[in-house]
């Protein structure tokens, strides 16, 4: 085994390890629409903060694939926790887009957590040696707990026009709403961020497009370094674990509660002889594999696609937001099989199945993990038109 594997098989063996305790403390992120502080630290502990950052820095620099697989685990651990997780490690390979400057000020520790408010809200004026931002940005995931937060914002020239942006900004000097009153993912404390007339300097500050395109400037981690990834790709990918992580805890909830239940009002004693849970179990696994098999095909693609300095095609990017849309569909299909025969006593809030089932569709109405957005994006390009978006 090489050092990485080791890293690598370290890392998941220690999430693994703390599934159980993370489930446990679901109720907890709930009452306090925040995940508890003690998933912060096992999360910490088991290294998951370094995965995305570069291996200059003190980082792990774990592969797409084998953060998705860390990321998966921890989604059936505790789904809020999980949505959080994927926000602060997809939004800390995004740092690694900046300039060399930008990254040693974010990566001096080797461990971050970044948080993220990607609809382009508030403004960017130039003023001597950078930057002031202002504005608003609604639904920032794990805001509460980030390091950093990156956000996108329009930046203001004289005589020229809007130009879409991400700033970087420390968390310190933002302020955040407790206004996160949801019925899923109540523990993603995913409040509205506040800016108000600070400071950003100029080489914290990155094009969207470039961002998009992997084309900034004045880093040293630009080509053939297998990091290099399609950032839409990589976001949609990342995210799609957190869906099958919560669908795969969903079936082992589920199957843990069969033993020793009837079905109320007939005369099964025992659920698992029934023929209609036997086949709805059978959907619901079916239909995970189906999803972990869509998103093994894409992985491939995209570090194939690193590993050789280059971006996804326009096609090939296409693809991959309509497979991932399809694999959130297949999972949401999953859990929603299980829930019509899990009984009313599963909707106690002692039963972890209802929360995981909940936080699923929920995240499944997140504006860029719609499935049919991502269907219709795909689909338009199979048809031999234009993606009609540049979100790919």
Same mark, same amino acid.
């Given at each position: 085994?090489?050092?990485?594997?080791?890293?690598?098989?370290?890392?998941?063996?220690?999430?693994?390890?703390?599934?159980?305790?993370?489930?446990?403390?679901?109720?907890?992120?709930?009452?306090?629409?925040?995940?508890?502080?003690?998933?912060?630290?096992?999360?910490?502990?088991?290294?998951?903060?370094?995965?995305?950052?570069?291996?200059?820095?003190?980082?792990?620099?774990?592969?797409?694939?084998?953060?998705?697989?860390?990321?998966?685990?921890?989604?059936?651990?505790?789904?809020?926790?999980?949505?959080?997780?994927?926000?602060?490690?997809?939004?800390?390979?995004?740092?690694?887009?900046?300039?060399?400057?930008?990254?040693?000020?974010?990566?001096?520790?080797?461990?971050?957590?970044?948080?993220?408010?990607?609809?382009?809200?508030?403004?960017?004026?130039?003023?001597?040696?950078?930057?002031?931002?202002?504005?608003?940005?609604?639904?920032?995931?794990?805001?509460?707990?980030?390091?950093?937060?990156?956000?996108?914002?329009?930046?203001?020239?004289?005589?020229?026009?809007?130009?879409?942006?991400?700033?970087?900004?420390?968390?310190?000097?933002?302020?955040?709403?407790?206004?996160?009153?949801?019925?899923?993912?109540?523990?993603?404390?995913?409040?509205?961020?506040?800016?108000?007339?600070?400071?950003?300097?100029?080489?914290?500050?990155?094009?969207?497009?470039?961002?998009?395109?992997?084309?900034?400037?004045?880093?040293?981690?630009?080509?053939?370094?297998?990091?290099?990834?399609?950032?839409?790709?990589?976001?949609?990918?990342?995210?799609? =674990?957190?869906? !099958?992580?919560? $669908?795969? %805890?969903?079936?082992?909830?589920?199957?843990?509660? /069969?033993?020793? +239940?009837?079905? &109320?009002?007939?005369?099964?004693?025992?659920?698992?002889?029934?023929?209609?849970?036997?086949?709805?179990?059978?959907?619901? =696994?079916?239909? !995970?594999?189906? $999803?972990? %098999?869509?998103?093994?095909?894409?992985?491939?693609? /995209?570090?194939? +696609?690193?590993? &050789?300095?280059?971006?996804?095609?326009?096609?090939?990017?296409?693809?991959?937001?309509?497979?991932?849309?399809?694999?959130?569909?297949?999972?949401?299909?999953?859990?929603? %099989?299980?829930?019509?025969?899990?009984?009313?006593?599963?909707?106690? +809030?002692?039963?972890?199945?209802?929360?995981?089932?909940?936080?699923?569709?929920?995240?499944?109405?997140?504006?860029?993990?719609?499935?049919?957005?991502?269907?219709?994006?795909?689909?338009?390009?199979?048809?031999?038109?234009?993606?009609?978006?540049?979100?790919?």
């Amino acid at each position: 085994m090489t050092t990485y594997e080791s890293e690598v098989a370290s890392v998941l063996d220690a999430v693994k390890d703390i599934v159980p305790r993370l489930r446990e403390n679901g109720p907890e992120g709930e009452d306090r629409r925040w995940i508890p502080d003690e998933n912060i630290d096992l999360l910490e502990k088991a290294g998951v903060f370094r995965i995305a950052v570069p291996r200059r820095f003190g980082g792990l620099d774990f592969s797409l694939e084998d953060q998705v697989k860390v990321l998966t685990e921890i989604a059936r651990g505790d789904g809020s926790t999980g949505w959080v997780a994927v926000a602060w490690v997809s939004s800390a390979w995004m740092a690694s887009l900046y300039p060399d400057r930008t990254q040693e000020e974010v990566f001096s520790g080797g461990s971050v957590k970044i948080s993220g408010g990607f609809t382009a809200n508030g403004t960017l004026v130039p003023t001597e040696g950078g930057y002031l931002l202002n504005g608003t940005w609604r639904f920032n995931t794990g805001c509460r707990g980030a390091d950093w937060d990156l956000l996108a914002t329009h930046l203001e020239r004289p005589g020229a026009e809007p130009e879409e942006v991400f700033a970087l900004v420390p968390m310190s000097e933002l302020t955040y709403a407790d206004d996160w009153h949801v019925s899923a993912a109540a523990g993603t404390g995913s409040s509205t961020t506040t800016a108000k007339d600070v400071f950003v300097p100029a080489h914290r500050v990155a094009s969207s497009e470039e961002a998009v395109l992997g084309t900034t400037g004045d880093r040293s981690n630009t080509g053939a370094t297998g990091r290099n990834y399609g950032l839409i790709s990589y976001v949609m990918a990342e995210s799609v =674990a957190a869906y !099958i992580g919560m $669908a795969k %805890a969903a079936l082992e909830l589920f199957i843990e509660r /069969l033993p020793g +239940r009837g079905i &109320a009002y007939t005369n099964w004693t025992d659920q698992s002889q029934h023929p209609l849970t036997q086949i709805q179990v059978s959907i619901a =696994a079916n239909k !995970i594999a189906a $999803a972990e %098999a869509l998103s093994a095909g894409y992985l491939k693609l /995209l570090q194939e +696609r690193a590993d &050789a300095g280059e971006q996804p095609t326009w096609d090939e990017k296409a693809t991959v937001r309509g497979q991932c849309g399809f694999a959130i569909q297949l999972v949401k299909e999953a859990v929603e %099989a299980l829930h019509t025969v899990s009984g009313a006593s599963a909707l106690s +809030r002692s039963a972890h199945f209802q929360r995981f089932y909940r936080d699923l569709l929920g995240l499944s109405l997140h504006g860029m993990m719609a499935p049919n957005a991502n269907f219709e994006v795909h689909g338009r390009v199979l048809l031999g038109l234009d993606p009609d978006t540049y979100l790919l």
